[in-house]
């Protein structure tokens, strides 16, 4: 079993040309280099991290912080790995100090289908309803969550980071984080089971009801 | 092969993470077996999802907030770098605490033409004020945003910015006068009034993180639905002395009409309430579409005067004037409980 995961595992991903001139940029303290930074990963930073607060405010403040951390740790930042895998371990370590120092508030169903509906804009594009009930169903399930476990299943699965790249992100041994993405997929498939079990149940029933109205 | 057994292979294979004889072997079974198809088939669906949702759009205003700190810095040199979070977070407590000092000074009496100068960078970011019958309102976030602080006539007394602050995008601003405590939220003027029920002064929000979806924004609006909506009625040149005649008919849209031909009509998903100005105690309140099973709950509501569509939409509260522009009613709109 343990080779079969070996694909995934070695998966290397090499810097480009372009990422090592921005890498320096970095290191040398380059406002140009940092607006594109900004530009390039903002939105990815806030994402990952849309998604471990479950709050859009507290996820900005925590960007704002990510920034302004890389910028004064600018010179630790040896270019060996990509800027994004950089900036999500400084979210990552960013967010658990949060926590440690907050036990986070509780977020009621209705934030989280606030969150859930930003995909609106996108369904309003594409006609898809469905999605938008299947983007606010993840979000809840992605909730429910442990924090480790959400962390694992993100990077690797959302920001598709390698495992390589997450452990080195969550500083624990490639192996815990592989059993962490493959639990969290685990739980979240049990959850949307669930749902979907739950809403084909009710198709059944509104069904019923239409046949009887005709009778 | 036992599927059961197979689980962690399907999702490895789906996030295309499986060596090339495993692999061979699980789509060798796959071929024929269902049950573990419709595994794989979800297991690429959650991936597709997952990878979805893995950017959000910053606003401007944080980009505004992050490059301020990083010219911060860039301007103080080395040794502010290094003990930036320690002084970061005390100056912006100074900030604060400067702030609501300044602001704490400034009396409402009367028309007030003093403009206050910007900054609202703080989480204890505080506005107090005292209207023209000496309470004194206290006026905080949670908000993400610009205020606007404006004599009844609609002529600036203030103009600032509160930044990152709150649970949600835009986020209300939580009012406390002398013991009463209210909120309010959504884009646009809210009038605040003494207590005899004169408005002293206008509150605009304007939210500067709201989702291209959301009531500020400029998205496509989602469709009505067509469930309950409530009617309110009222015939009466003063409507101060005509909320008792006020009534809710479910199955109707909610409206308020004037003798003078102005009509306001609201409809949309969520709770609708009547208040007076000021209060947050609802002469009215109405359910207007609950939503029903899988539905989301839409934040939108829409206006209409004289079948014109209105200016304003949105969860919050919305001013109601007469012809000559004094505000009379409020008209909130909040969300369903689902």
Known sequence: VKSEFNAGLFRTTSMKHEERQLAEGIRMGDAESFRLLYDRHAAQILGYLLRLTNSRAEAEDLVQDVFVAAYVGRTTFRGQSRPISWLLGIATRRWRDRIRRCTPASTSLETLAEIGAEEL????????????????TLTRALAQLEPTLREALLLVRSQGLTYVEAAAIMDEPVGTVKWRVSEATRRMQQQLNAVEGEYDEMQRLAGADRRLCRR | MRCNDLQEQIDAFAAGDLAPFPAWRLRRHLAHCSVCAARLYRAKTLNLNLADMSVAAPSDLLRQRVFGDLEYLASHGAEEESVWHGRERVRRRKRGYALAGALAAIAFTGTISVPLAQLFWTRSAVITLTDTTGRVWRISGPFTGIINLSDPQ??????????????????????????EHFEMY?????????????????????????????????????PMPNANKARILAHDPELWNAINRIRVHPDEVVGIYRPDDVAWRMQGTGVVKVLKPG??????????????????IIPYFEWTINNRAGQANGYGAHPIRDRKGRVVLILKGEPSPR
């Open chain 1, 121 to 136: 804009e996108r369904a309003g594009q594409t006609g898809l309803e469905g999605d938008v009930v299947n983007s606010i």
């Open chain 2, 154 to 179: 609609g002529r600036a007394l203030v103009s600032s910015q509160f930044v990152g602050l709150g649970d949600e995008p835009g986020g209300k601003v939580k009012i406390d006068v002398q013991g």
């Open chain 2, 186 to 222: 959504g884009n646009g003027p809210h009038p605040l009034s003494d207590a005899q029920g004169n408005v002293f002064a206008l509150l605009d929000l304007q939210s500067g993180s709201w989702p291209a979806w959301a009531p500020g924004g400029q998205a496509a609006r989602p």
């Open chain 2, 279 to 296: 209060s947050s105690k609802p002469l009215q309140q109405g359910q207007t579409a609950p939503p029903s099973h899988g539905q989301v």
